[in-house]
């Protein structure tokens, strides 16, 4: 339907849109799509000047088929991306999805899970940002030769003090996930199995209650998720933090981790 002046200004949306926010003089385009209604509008943002006239209405018309055409187009990739995407959140691997510079367009629920856990999350992070933008360069023909000219097989390892990782970059159809996806890269192994509550007793001298706050600092939990974890006051967490960080002889929280795995 195309909407002339006259029409446009005896609407809901003249009132209640176009005069609040001084959109004078407008012609607006909506089509009605199986997904539901589409738009495309023109405006003059002053009270006064130019106008738009029976040139601009034709204009209108002929762009008419190409904007209904692109909105059915825009639909059904939309449609489409979103199961594919709902797919990729029940796979068992984690896996990042990214645009063709190399930002994230999507994180799966595994791969969201396993940075939880992980204390060195923000290094991790980084380094699937890095094999990611690696990847998008390769796309446009500018990354670093690999040997073999092989790089769709290139892959790092990433170790942090709780987990060793193996993460693998690849080229993917822009349709088959999500309109603006060009890389994937999946995330193989994950966090190390902390030691039980009773060997971490053993071995330094904790409490059963320190030792429940020993595991849940090596996930990189604060006090203040700490406290929620084991229905304990923030104060409380905090003092159990302090005697952990003693006992372990360790001058920060970011090394409880590795301090707990190597005395295992």
Known sequence: MLWVRAELRRSEYYYEFVVPSRLYDAVVVTVDLDAGPAGLSFYHARPSGARFGDRAHGLLRIVLPAFRAGAEVWYRVARTGGRTLGLV???E???LLCDARGRTVHVNRALRTLLERDPERD???AELGRVAAWFARCRDGRGDPVEGGAWEDLSAEVRTSVGRYRLRGALIDAGAAEPTACVLVTVE???LPLPPAEALCGHWGLTPRQ???ARLLAEGRSN???AERLGISPHTA???TESVLLKLGVRSRAEVAARLMGGS
């Open 89 to 91: 959140d029940l796979l």
């Open 93 to 95: 691997d984690g896996m």
């Open 123 to 125: 290094r991790l992070r």
């Open 189 to 191: 192994g994950g966090p």
């Open 211 to 213: 030792a429940a706050v």
């Open 224 to 226: 203040a998720e700490v």
């Open 238 to 240: 905090r003092h159990h």
